[in-house]
């Protein structure tokens, strides 16, 4: 009891999250982005070009479908851009921070002291640019659990080695 | 007498019982359709064919019973400070608990189990829900001993593990320190939960009321005689008594649940934990440690402070979103002296209000927006499509506009946060006026986010999660949020608080 003190802290002092440079996703992220919807876009193509093809009643209001599917095609794609550029991360001496979202752009910051464990994850198509996802666990539900896509495999392995170093010394 | 856990032990013996009847439920819930064809060919089938059949399946789950009664073992293992269960008949599972991971241990009582005098020992563990242990036939007793043992391991736990919080060590007391009384019980049965009832009454009605139209479209009630009786004079009458009818029937159902789960509801120190026990027909007994709670709230309107009642929920850390609901202990009924005892308890000191944010008027003007524009807007967009029908139905809208913004404006004036260095406290609500306590320490993650048109309004909104669940404090001042984030990160950052 005779050593502990208790000052006043400055709260404009202290290191400021929102001030943190984050770092962008890596750019092959967003090819790989880009590949997995062109594979639903064209199984989707596909059953449209089919169902003109044999059904009958469908070849009149073909044009009546294709021209919403052709705006939703640029609206999906124009949304997952603006997303993959608000995507953003940093990790900090104490704690890690994931920036997402396109109308409301969030902000989570998780302490190591927190985490329950980190996971990596290797989506296929991630695989062929060499990139993998990092998963943060903590003991809030999914709802404050983490997931950072789009980092280099290489360095995705040393951000999980440090994360778990951390929380080992933690411990 | 000390009992003994250290070698394996079977369960009371009269547990075959309750294993019995546990069994036949269990085969019946499996079998229920084969059942329901027996009983409507019961004059086809030979009686004693279906007796002998009957008498032979009781006889084999009684032996199933006896077999599982046999098998079932539990043990407290010192050296490695585990809790070991063995059961299973053919597949034998054997289930081991470290005991610094057990959260709870509840002792209940089901109306059979009371008859034969057993009780159930469950316990929680804060891992998957597939861990949970329970007991089924435990003497009253044991079940004590064995759960005073299971949780005297805050010694045993990991140097980590051990709770910061100084929680003052008063000796086990057996006498409660609250005691809530019927008279609390039915305040509390009388001004809460009514919109809850009310939505039970009305699927009850429905069911009631679309049963009686299937009916009457079989031909067995003359659907025009039947509207013929009802003119307009009598609708009127009919719904005022309705409502009042209505409203007696929610306070009817309100105190008589109230009564039946919270009856004699006691609350007891013990080392530093809360032992709560309550109910009518089950008993159940709960156990609170002050380092697993997460967020305590606290609730009550305008009826309940006037006669010094309301209610407190303890929500303490979960595995599972889903399990959420169930986790959250409810202490009904208390006065103010007795929920500063017990949060002063659980926090170690009475959380006060401090520093004071208030949401933006633009989360009143969305409200209003989303509650009674849009509304109104589908509710004319209907009655000019439908014609003049619907228009009869005007009136609704003024007594609809009026209430909807009471509700809106209250709920603006006491949506509030206030924060202090040791609490964060969330105030909320239009009637019901709920208090929500953190504590920084408790926070698993921060979160902060913001819509991109209120970014010159700098307002934006603030999530705070933790192992309990989450709270959120919607349109505040985005500066000062973002300077709290970093205080709170600071401050979880630079000490090895635990939050379990």
């Known amino acids: 009891m005779e050593n502990f003190t208790n000052e006043t802290i400055d709260t404009s002092q202290l290191p400021r999250f929102e001030e943190v440079p984050m770092t962008p996703l890596h750019r092959s992220y967003w090819k790989v982005v880009l590949i997995t919807w062109a594979i639903v876009f064209v199984i989707g193509f596909t059953a449209f070009g089919l169902a003109v093809a044999f059904i009958e009643e469908f070849k009149d209001n073909a044009v009546r479908v294709a021209v919403p599917a052709i705006v939703g095609v640029a609206v999906i794609l124009l949304m997952s851009y603006v997303s993959f550029r608000k995507k953003a991360f940093a990790f900090r001496n104490h704690d890690v921070l994931y920036r997402h979202g396109i109308i409301a752009t969030t902000t989570i910051v998780i302490p190591y002291n927190r985490v329950q464990h980190v996971a990596l994850h290797e989506g296929f198509i991630s695989r062929i640019f060499k990139l993998a996802t990092i998963q943060i666990f903590t003991a809030g539900g999914s709802s404050s659990d983490i997931e950072i896509p789009g980092i280099e495999k290489e360095q995705a392995e040393n951000i999980k080695q440090l994360l778990m170093g951390k929380i080992q010394k933690e411990l | ?500």
């Open chain 2, 1 to 500: 007498m000390e009992s003994n856990f250290n070698v394996p032990q079977r369960q009371s013996a009269v547990g075959i019982v309750i294993m019995f009847f546990d069994t036949i439920q269990q085969y019946a819930r499996a079998l229920w359709p084969i059942l329901v064809v027996w009983i409507f060919k019961f004059n086809d089938i030979n009686k004693w064919a279906l007796f002998g059949g009957t008498l032979l399946v009781l006889f084999g789950i009684g032996i199933i019973a006896y077999l599982k009664y046999r098998n079932f073992t539990f043990f407290l293992d010192d050296q490695n400070d585990e809790f070991v269960i063995t059961e299973g008949i053919l597949n034998k599972t054997k289930t081991t608990i470290a005991l610094y991971k057990i959260q709870q241990v509840n002792i209940k009582q089901s109306l059979l189990q009371r008859f034969i005098g057993v009780h159930a020992l469950e316990v929680d563990t804060a891992g998957s829900k597939e861990q949970e242990v329970s007991i089924k036939a435990i003497s009253h007793r044991l079940a004590l001993d064995l759960k005073a043992k299971l949780l005297d391991n805050e010694t045993k736990m990991p140097a980590n593990a051990v709770a910061e919080n100084t929680v003052s060590q008063t000796a086990s007391d057996e006498k409660p320190f609250i005691d809530i009384s019927l008279l609390s019980l039915l305040k509390v049965g009388i001004t809460s939960n009514y919109i809850r009832s009310l939505g039970l009454l009305l699927a009850f009605f429905f069911t009631i009321y679309d049963n009686v139209m299937r009916f009457s479209n079989q031909g067995y009630i003359n659907e025009d005689q039947f509207n013929g009786y009802v003119n307009k004079a009598l609708i009127m009458q009919s719904i005022g008594i309705l409502v009042v009818v209505l409203f007696g029937a929610i306070i009817v159902i309100n105190v008589v649940r109230t009564m039946v789960r919270y009856f004699g509801y006691t609350i007891t120190r013990q080392k530093g934990s809360l032992l709560l026990s309550f109910g009518l027909f089950n008993t159940k007994s709960t156990i609170i440690k002050p380092e697993k709670v997460q967020i305590v709230s606290f609730t009550r309107n305008y009826f309940q402070k006037k006669m010094d009642i309301l209610e407190l929920k303890i929500k303490q850390a979960t595995a599972g979103e889903k399990e959420e609901r169930k986790q959250a202990v409810e202490i009904p009924g208390c006065n103010a002296v007795e929920r500063d005892a017990i949060l002063k308890l659980l926090f170690g000191k009475i959380p006060q209000k401090g520093v004071m944010l208030q949401p933006n008027f633009r989360k009143l003007v969305f409200a209003i927006f989303l509650a009674i524009v849009l509304p109104l807007c589908g509710f004319y967009a209907v009655a000019l499509n439908a014609g003049e029908d619907f228009l009869q139905f005007n009136w609704i809208v003024p007594v609809y506009v009026i209430f909807a913004l009471l509700v809106l404006c209250f709920g603006f004036r006491n949506y509030r946060l206030f924060i202090t260095g040791d609490f964060i406290i969330k105030q909320s609500g239009a009637w019901d006026i709920k208090n929500e306590i953190i504590e920084p320490q408790k926070i698993q993650a921060l979160a902060v986010s913001q819509l991109f048109w209120h970014k010159n309004a700098d307002i934006g909104y603030l999530t705070i999660h933790t192992a309990g669940g989450k709270m959120s404090f919607e349109l505040g001042n985005y500066t000062v949020i973002k300077q709290y984030v970093n205080l709170w990160l600071y401050g979880m950052e630079t000490s090895d608080s635990n939050w379990m």
